[in-house]
């Protein structure tokens, strides 16, 4: 009987079939699930306008029982900036300070989520619950990528130099 082996064995190479599975940088996902957060966000504002009432509601300057204003459009833009910045954040902050601005953003939003169907008829408790059942799912995902960001050993050169960045080189002559 034969015993199995791998594909990465130097006498067996990798069919053509193969598909070869590269790993995501962390701040990549981050990124990636931050902007799925946002599309499902505004598509669920955006499916809301089709409510029987809402636009009347609108029109008359109420949005959730709130008078619309300055005051309630400045926080409606602060809810809807800071997931959409944190896309470019997860892809340029370094390492330490991009995984707990994760933690503490995604944290801070999953009751932000939930309080969206405040109020709501339980007529649309489908639509609500599967949107923030998503939202949430999406903040999970979030959290789980930041509290689970890989780590490397720290060498004393390393330690010296600093984890987040980069190495020093010497300088280029013109």
Same mark, same amino acid.
């Given at each position: 009987m034969r015993t199995p082996q791998s594909h990465t064995a130097p006498g067996n190479p990798p069919s053509q079939s193969t598909l070869e599975d590269l790993r995501l940088p962390v701040q990549a996902k981050?990124?990636?699930?931050?902007?799925?957060?946002?599309?499902l966000y505004i598509y669920v504002d955006y499916l809301a306008l089709y409510k029987p009432g809402f636009v009347d509601d609108l029109l008359a300057g109420i949005v959730h029982e709130f008078d619309l204003g300055p005051t309630f459009v400045a926080i409606a833009l602060t809810l809807m900036a800071i997931p959409i910045l944190m896309i470019l954040l997860s892809a340029t902050l370094p390492a330490r300070a991009n995984r707990t601005i994760n933690l503490v953003v995604a944290t801070l939003y999953i009751p932000v989520s939930v309080? &969206?169907?405040?109020?709501e008829p339980w007529s649309y408790s @489908?639509? @609500?619950?599967? *949107?923030?059942?998503?939202?949430?799912?999406?903040?999970?995902?979030?959290?789980? *990528?930041?509290? &689970?960001w890989p780590r490397r050993t720290? *060498?004393?050169? *390393?330690?010296?130099?600093g984890l987040d960045s980069e190495p020093l080189r010497p300088p280029q002559q013109a």
């Open positions: 981050l990124a990636a699930a931050w902007t799925s957060f946002m599309f309080f &969206n169907a405040a109020g @489908y639509f @609500y619950g599967l *949107s923030i059942g998503l939202e949430v799912l999406l903040l999970a995902f979030i959290l789980r *990528s930041a509290w &689970n720290a *060498s004393p050169a *390393s330690l010296a130099t």
